[in-house]
């Protein structure tokens, strides 16, 4: 016996599609749930299928919601002035857990890639500008990941949003907290001082 | 907004609980999910009922099987004289992929283990022994693990073949295939000294 018995074989090889898991991985995911309790599988079945069914793109910001409009978008406390750009919703849940920013979020839904065959048109610019012209916003910070697409992306979405006359900003990038310059890369480094405040 | 919505929630709590996936991979299998098509989610909720309700224990092995003889057991050409014991489906598949072992297996389902409540009533020891009175066995090689719990067990069941008549033998300790002694623990080059044989 080369192989594992046909439903396992199969079960192994979906769980190797998802991202990070390896055959090892795999093979020790598909062990555990065949020796898992009926229970605690259809658990799991029943939590994927839900999560197919009910979480959708909010239409206002295009974070994840399984209500109508997402609970930041729902919320009347969230500062609608400012507008928090996000190439993700995982992004924006990074934001969250931050618990600095106050104001509301859109989610781009990825980012200008021409390598992938993804031009701004595939991504929510046009909601947003929409939004900036409607909802008497004040100020947008771009905050795309510091990379090629981000900041390409960042550009591309301030030289259309400044002329609505509202303030764009990008997030800071410097070192990360407890970072250490003897390890960081050079374009991190000037950035950093490029960024530097006063005391 | 500090957590996901509630279904999103569920999945990663559900992912979890599954062994070697922390927090942050199961946020990135969840979302992965989310995104994927329903076709993709599908196929591996689907995977995961198949083999809930197809895989079982072979009757007589204990290995994994769909059918109703696992495929070694239903396979004429593997030498019944010689009994593999294993502690789990998974050893047996370790030992295959060796592809060294032409004979049939016995899978324990478990390991002797005082500690965590795991008797020797708990595991498929009486029927290996059936298995060793009817079905012609002139040797037992015992392949669980060498650790206390598998030395332990391999010993208790050496101690019930033995007055059988049978063979007992105990898979080979030593150096990994590749291993240096300079990173070899002081047990394993006790034991590689133990097994020395002659050139």
């Known amino acids: ?32 749930l ?26 206002v910001c295009f974070n994840f ?33 931050a618990g600095e920013f106050h104001g509301r979020y859109h989610v781009l839904q990825g980012l200008i890639s021409p390598m992938d065959g993804v031009g701004p048109e595939s991504l929510r610019i046009r909601e947003l500008l929409d939004r900036v012209r409607e909802e008497g916003v ?7 990941n510091p990379t090629v697409e981000g900041d390409a992306t960042a550009s591309h979405i301030a030289d259309l949003v400044r002329p609505l006359g509202v303030k ?3 997030i800071a990038l410097g070192l990360p907290a407890g970072g250490d310059l003897d390890y960081a890369d050079e374009m991190t480094i000037a950035r950093a001082l490029e960024g530097r405040r006063e005391m």
């Open 1 to 32: 016996m080369r192989a594992y018995p046909r439903p396992l074989a199969r079960l192994v090889e979906e769980l190797q599609k998802m991202p990070g898991i390896g055959p090892k991985s795999a093979q020790r995911l598909a062990l555990y």
């Open 34 to 59: 065949l020796q898992a309790s009926p229970e605690e599988a259809a658990a799991l079945t029943e939590a994927v299928k839900e999560v197919k069914e009910k979480i959708h793109a909010c239409p």
């Open 65 to 97: 919601t399984d209500a109508e409009r997402c609970e930041i978008c729902a919320d009347p406390r969230r500062d609608g002035r400012v507008l928090c750009v996000v190439a993700e919703a995982r992004d924006l849940l990074a934001l969250e857990r």
């Open 138 to 144: 004040e100020e947008v910070i771009l905050a795309t």
């Open 168 to 170: 764009v900003t990008r």
